[in-house]
């Protein structure tokens, strides 16, 4: 391939200050530093970080954004930060291939340290979760696991997103995995112990959310979970798109195998900035996907054919072909806000912005879930009329959104306490129509 990331430009192992302190300045750390290191209050949020998003709040200034557990704000540096990307395209052609790399190792060493992965080598960029799931899925084909013996035994629960809900249905349907799923109890909730009972003596892989797409809700325990799933040979897949960037997640002391996410939320990343995580311990060799491309082969650019083929050292044996790269830098701004805030005191303000939320709404008669510990970061008004109350509340310029019965409400850092007034005090009206 003419043009292609030369071999000097490989190593992987990656110092983290490099990856963090990136060379276009300083002025997310520097808005971050003049917070000062105490909890974040309004006044300090409006003065230091809603600068950096003044490209999105001045495309409309008065629309009430409450759908960050969607669609995170993107800061106004994402768009310097893929122009550089292309900047080297223009500027060097094939040439570029070494700084794209060099953002690429950066992009899986910021991921690494946001949640406590050993480091970016257990991170495998992918364009999507649900593209993790599958090169899960088809690591039992690559090992051989399935001659002669029955399909994976996948157990997961009901409350999976759509995209791992469709793909491990699709692949129970042709045969390739058995599936059991947990349902939830009275009130959409899981029990940690109904999970635990379902993965029984037998199983090859537990798929479960951290926080659950459509309630909130935080799973329990995970920890039991990933112990009873190895005392039963099997390995846990944690879904984190709705806990990382969200709340603390530290994916080594969970012990999980592996984890899957994105950039499009709390990370502030937009679409296709995915990824695998990987234990290191599955990255001695041990574990084989079919799902991978040149990439993945160990000295891929000597286009030597050995056969069988051989794979690149740790994470890359997990890449697939050539990459999007672009889809990195887009990533680079929101990683680096989160690092420089620490995930702990962006829980902490998402906490008490919740609560807030919840008395306003309780103020009005409006039953909402959110503001503890056993909850993600967005509010939920469940309800049938659900779906019309999310239109009613976009004609007044409040942006949230509706999964079934659930109405979800997610404020964010910019969230300011009149916008909570005036959205509760909107949907209390809408409410009682
Ligand atoms: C819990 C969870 N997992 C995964 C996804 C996205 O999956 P994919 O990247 O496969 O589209 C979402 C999107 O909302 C989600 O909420």
Sequence with gaps: MNGAPNASAAPDGLSIEAAVA????????????????????EAALAAHIAPLFSRMRDAAPDRVYLANHSLGRPLDATEQDLGEGVAAW?????????????????????????????SGDCIVPKTSAGQGLRAILNSYDASGERVNRLSPRVVATRGEFDSLDVILRAYAQSGRIELAFVEPRDGGRFDTGDIV???????????????????GQRIERVDAIVER????????????????GALPVDIAALDADFA???????????????????????????LRTLDIGWFAKRDRFTYRRPDPPQWAEGGNAF??????????????????????????????????????LVALLAARGIVARGGTDDHGAFLVVTDSRAGGWREALAQRAIVTDARGEYLRLCPDLLTTDDELV????????????
């Design 22 to 41: 990136a060379p276009d300045g300083l002025s997310i750390e520097a808005a971050v530093a003049a917070l000062g290191n105490g909890p974040l209050t």
């Design 90 to 118: 223009y500027a060097q052609m094939g040439g570029a291939w070494d700084a794209w790399m060099a953002e690429m190792r950066a992009y899986r060493t910021r991921l690494a340290r946001l949640m406590h992965a050993a």
């Design 197 to 215: 009972d379902a993965i029984g003596e037998r199983v090859d892989l537990v798929v479960v959310s951290e926080v659950i797409f459509n309630t």
């Design 229 to 244: 799933t190895h005392r039963a040979g099997g390995r846990v897949l944690l879904d984190v798109y709705h806990s990382l």
């Design 260 to 286: 899957v996410g994105g950039s499009y939320k709390y990370l502030r990343g937009g679409p296709g900035a995915c990824f695998l995580y990987l234990h290191p311990r599955h990255l001695d060799g041990s």
């Design 319 to 356: 890449l697939e072909s050539t990459p999007p790269i672009l889809a990195c830098y887009q990533a680079r701004a929101g990683q680096r806000l989160l690092l420089a805030l620490g995930i702990a005191r962006v829980r902490a303000h998402s906490l008490e912005r919740q609560q807030r």
């Design 422 to 433: 005036f959205a509760a005090s909107a949907l209390g009206e809408i409410a009682r129509r």
